[in-house]
């Protein structure tokens, strides 16, 4: 059996810096390939895992002057040359905070960021590679409820789904449509580092 992962990075970020500052655990980064393959080892019928798939967001021209985005960026760039593993970008675009505020990219209080085109992406890719029998399990590494309509495709159309999570995301929705739900404790992830 084949299986491939699709981690949603934005949404795998954020609740990983929530659930470690809920446990007073310092933040660290974890390897995307790593973490796959870890993953991966932990399917019952132990699948080979095929490829990894990033879905990440370039940041507008305007945030790419930011050398924390640019940094982020450079490195996100770094990891389309990694074999096995692709990256497939959305953008990260900004917005007034308010209509009577000129935006100030050095002044985060003047915009809000809003990121666009992964949900979209990651639900093509991981239904375009299902009807061409790419998989036969997909790993999903979110707790983004938007991704439900997906997996019930899949679900429906004999694919195997695993649903992975990080404790502070609630995944009840998924219940009726995952075939196995693995858990990201800080323990695991600590198994996923560089």
Same mark, same amino acid.
């Given at each position: ?15 990983? !810096? %929530? ?5 007073? %655990?310092? @933040? ?6 790593? /973490?796959?393959?870890?993953? #991966?080892? @932990? ?19 305007? /945030?790419?002057? /930011?050398?924390?985005? *640019? #940094? ?7 990891? *389309?040359?990694?074999?096995?593993? %692709?990256?497939? %970008? ?43 029998? !790419?998989?036969?399990? !997909?790993? /999903? ?10 997996i019930r495709e899949l ?17 009840? *929705? ?21």
């Open positions: 059996m084949k299986s491939m992962a699709f981690i949603d990075y934005q949404n795998f970020e954020i609740s990983k !810096a %929530e659930y470690l500052k809920s446990i007073r %655990e310092e @933040r660290f980064n974890v390897n995307f390939s790593v /973490l796959a393959k870890n993953l #991966n080892d @932990r399917i019952d019928i132990k699948p080979t895992l095929m490829k990894t798939y990033l879905f990440a967001y370039k940041p507008c021209d305007d /945030l790419l002057k /930011l050398p924390a985005q *640019k #940094n982020y960026y450079n490195w996100v760039s770094s990891l *389309k040359n990694k074999a096995y593993f %692709e990256v497939i %970008e959305g953008t990260q675009e900004i917005r007034p905070a308010s209509k009577d505020v000129d935006i100030d990219i050095n002044d985060i209080s003047t915009y809000k960021t809003k990121e666009k085109g992964t949900d979209i992406n990651l639900a093509v890719q991981m239904l375009s590679k299902a009807y061409q029998n !790419a998989y036969d399990v !997909a790993i /999903l590494v979110s707790g983004d409820t938007d991704y439900i309509p997906v679900h429906h159309i004999g694919k195997i789904v695993v649903l992975a999570s990080l404790p502070n995301q609630n995944i009840v *929705k998924y219940e009726e449509y995952r075939d196995a739900h693995l858990r990201m404790d800080v323990n695991f992830l600590k198994t996923c580092t560089k």
